[in-house]
């Protein structure tokens, strides 16, 4: 069985146990949002795009 979730998606659960298991402040995890909002309109973007797919590609394997 296959599930397809977005990388947001991932993430967000990974934020929300952060916050309720690790009691990480809600504060942090906004920060850490607005700086990666922020560190996407940058010159970096492209190389973390980049990096990330190929991450994603990693993990899934490849599907040839």
Known sequence: MTVSLPLVV??????WGAVK???????VVVLF?????WLSHTFMAPAIESGT???VDIVNGSHD
């Open 53 to 55: 797919r190929s991450g």
């Open 10 to 15: 991932v993430l967000g659960f990974f934020a």
């Open 33 to 37: 949002t607005l700086f990666g909002f």
């Open 21 to 27: 298991f690790l009691g990480v402040r809600t504060w």
